[in-house]
C-alpha cells in the first residue's frame, strides 16, 4: 500500500526560496505510472479541502495553478520514487502544510506533510 513522506519545509522569508521532496514507499515498480500532485492546507483549513497546487504525469507534463506559475516547478524522478518542488520567489500567501499525493488522490496513502512558513 502506497505511502507518501514529505519534507524539506521550513521558515524562510518572503522572497526566499524552498525546495520539497516526497518519497513513495509501498508503490513497488508502478509509481511511474502515477500522476503526482502536490497539494496545500492553508492555515485553519481542512485537509479535505486541500488546494492542489502543482501536478506532473508520468511522461513529465506539468500543470500549476496561477498563483504559482513562474515560481514553482514540480518534477519527479521515477527510478527513486521521488517527486520534487522547488519554490522560489515565496509570499506569506504560501505559507500552509504542504503534502504530495497522487491524482487522483490516494486516501490511505496522505503522509504528515511538511510545514511552509514564509513571513519576516
Known amino acids: 500500500q502506497v505511502q507518501f513522506v514529505e519534507s524539506g519545509g521550513g521558515l524562510v522569508q518572503p522572497g526566499g526560496s524552498l525546495r520539497l521532496s516526497c518519497v513513495a514507499s509501498g508503490s513497488g515498480n508502478i509509481f511511474s505510472r502515477y500522476v503526482m500532485g502536490w497539494y496545500r492546507q492553508a492555515p485553519g483549513k481542512q485537509r479535505e479541502l486541500v488546494e492542489l497546487v502543482a501536478s506532473i504525469t508520468s511522461d513529465g507534463s506539468t500543470f500549476y495553478v496561477d498563483s504559482v506559475k513562474g515560481r514553482f516547478t514540480i518534477s519527479r524522478d521515477n527510478a527513486k520514487n521521488t517527486v520534487h518542488l522547488q519554490m522560489n520567489s515565496l509570499k506569506p500567501g504560501d505559507t500552509a502544510v504542504y503534502y504530495c499525493?497522487?491524482?487522483?488522490?490516494?486516501?490511505?496513502?496522505w503522509g504528515q506533510g511538511t510545514q511552509v512558513t514564509v513571513s519576516s
Open positions: 499525493n497522487g491524482i487522483p488522490i490516494v486516501r490511505s496513502g
